[in-house]
């Protein structure tokens, strides 16, 4: 079955040589549902995007959490300067953008190519592991190598 889309907005389906003017919406919609409700498709987004949003909030926090823990154990101190200070903030602001992009990328893949109304945004667990297990152990390695404290941390945390 080919699919060609068509200047007015329409999509042609082949199916059999036989041309067929299906309407965008009608080529989204999965075959299974009857009825497209405006007010019940965006109500239903608005509820998924409310529910995933805290992800863009925790998963910086949590990740960040982790560099910061491995930059002053790197440092080999308590606290940390504003110097970097900023720097964690600038790894935090990172994250939020890769989850927001990574999010955004997963749920329209589900939505174009799979035709499934599925979100789609990265596990808090894996993003656990490798912030309070991977990045510090990494760090230490590459103290061990002979890397400077805060470039180790740095180095930790850019392959995440």
Not at 140 to 156: I, K, R, W, Y
Request: with cysteine; net charge neutral.
């Amino acid at each position: 079955m080919g699919i060609t889309p068509d200047i007015g907005g329409n999509v042609l389906k082949r199916c059999n040589n036989v041309a067929l003017n299906v309407s965008l919406i009608d080529w989204l919609t999965p075959p299974t549902v009857t009825t497209v409700n405006p007010r019940r498709e965006v109500l239903a987004g608005i509820t998924t995007f409310l529910t995933m949003a805290y992800i863009l909030f925790v998963n910086p926090a949590i990740v960040g959490g982790g560099f910061e823990l491995a930059l002053m154990h790197a440092l080999d101190t308590n606290t940390l300067s504003p110097q970097y200070q900023a720097l964690v903030y600038t790894v935090k602001l990172g994250i939020a953008a890769g989850t927001a992009v990574a999010a955004a990328f997963g749920t329209l893949l589900m939505a174009f190519f799979a035709r499934l109304p599925f979100a789609m945004a990265p596990g808090m667990g894996e993003n656990s592991f490798i912030a309070y297990s991977v990045i510090p152990a990494f760090t230490t390695v590459l103290l061990n190598m002979g890397v400077a404290g805060p470039e180790a941390a740095e180095v930790a945390s850019w392959w995440r």
